[in-house]
C-alpha cells in the first residue's frame, strides 16, 4: 500500500496527473471504511476521471493533501471503497497548496488544503493534527491509501488499504536518502510493505493523530525509507486556511 510522492528519476517515480504520487504495497485491504471514513479519494471531473491521490478530512469542510496533489481536484469522494463508483461527491471550492511548495525534483514544504461547498455529512470523526514534533521512534504508524499493489506493473487498489510503519530519525532518513530529503518530512521504514504511485496526499497516523501526509519514496516497499510531510510544521498555516474560510 503506497501513497508517496516519488521524484529525482531514477531514484523516485511520479505518477499523478502528471505529479509525483504513491500507493500501497502490501498491507491489509479495509472491507469496513467507519474507522477512516476520514480518508478520501480525488476526482479531476464529473465524468469521474479518479486523481491518483487521496487526502485527510480534518473537519466536516476542510481536506489536508499533499502539495503535488492539489491541482485539477474537482471533487473527493466520501466513504467509497471503489476507484470511481459509489460514495458522495462533494465540490471543491478552493484548492491552496503551501506558498513555498518547490515541486519537482526537491518537493519541499509538499502540503495542501482543500476547502469543500458544503459540509461532509457522512464523516462525524476527525484524526487531530499533533501539539508537539515526532521524535518517539519506538512507536508503529498507519499509513493509508489506493495506490497501486506493487510496482511498475501492479494495479490501483479497488480498496482502501492500511499499513504500519515504523518511524526512524532524520539523521537515519538523511544517510539513507543521501542528504536528499527536505525539511520538515517525517521518514518512516517499510520493510517490504510501504507507499507507491497513487498513495500520493493521503495520511499518516501516529498516535491517532495525523502526523504526516504521503509525500514520495523510492518504489515501491523495498526498504528505503518513505517520506511524508510533517503536518507540525504547518500548523500555523493550516490554522491560516482554514480560519479564512
Given amino acids: 500500500m503506497k501513497a508517496i510522492v516519488w521524484f529525482l528519476a531514477p531514484i523516485f517515480f511520479a505518477t499523478c496527473n502528471g505529479h509525483g504520487s504513491v500507493r500501497i504495497v502490501g498491507g491489509e485491504e479495509l472491507e469496513d ?3 477512516y471514513m476520514f480518508v478520501v479519494s ?3 471531473s464529473e465524468n469521474g476521471n479518479y486523481s491518483l491521490c487521496g487526502g ?8 489536508i493533501t499533499a502539495g503535488h496533489c492539489s491541482p485539477g481536484v474537482s471533487y473527493i469522494v466520501v466513504g467509497s ?6 460514495g458522495s461527491r462533494y465540490n471543491v471550492e478552493k484548492s491552496v497548496p503551501h506558498p513555498d511548495f518547490s515541486g519537482s525534483p526537491s518537493y519541499r514544504n509538499d502540503i495542501a488544503v482543500l476547502t469543500l461547498t458544503e459540509d461532509v455529512t457522512e464523516v462525524t470523526e476527525f484524526p487531530k493534527r499533533p501539539t508537539s514534533e515526532l521524535n518517539d521512534f519506538d512507536i508503529s ?3 493509508l491509501g489506493k495506490g497501486l499493489t506493487s510496482y511498475p506493473n501492479g494495479t490501483v487498489s479497488q480498496k482502501l488499504k492500511k499499513t504500519n510503519v515504523k518511524p526512524i ?3 537515519q532518513c538523511d544517510y539513507d536518502w543521501r542528504k536528499l530529503v527536505p525539511r ?7 520493510d517490504g510493505t510501504g507507499t507507491c504511485p497513487g498513495d500520493s496526499g493521503g495520511p499518516l497516523l501516529c498516535n491517532d493523530e495525523l502526523t504526516g501526509v504521503v509525500s514520495f519514496g523510492y518504489p515501491c516497499g523495498t526498504g528505503v525509507p518513505d ?3 510533517d503536518v507540525y510544521d504547518f500548523n500555523d498555516w493550516i490554522d491560516s486556511e482554514i480560519g479564512e474560510n
Avoid at 485527510?56 to 481536506?63: A, F, Q, S
Avoid at 471503497?81 to 459509489?86: D, L, S
Avoid at 520538515?184 to 517499510?190: D, L, S
Fill in 33 to 35: 471504511l467507519s474507522d
Fill in 184 to 190: 520538515k518530512t517525517i521518514c518512516a521504514t517499510t
Fill in 81 to 86: 471503497n471503489n476507484v470511481i463508483y459509489g
Fill in 169 to 171: 530519525s532524520k539523521i
Fill in 141 to 143: 504508524c498507519t499509513v
Fill in 56 to 63: 485527510t478530512l480534518i473537519d466536516p469542510r476542510h481536506v
Fill in 42 to 44: 480525488f476526482l479531476s
Fill in 227 to 229: 517520506v511524508y510531510t
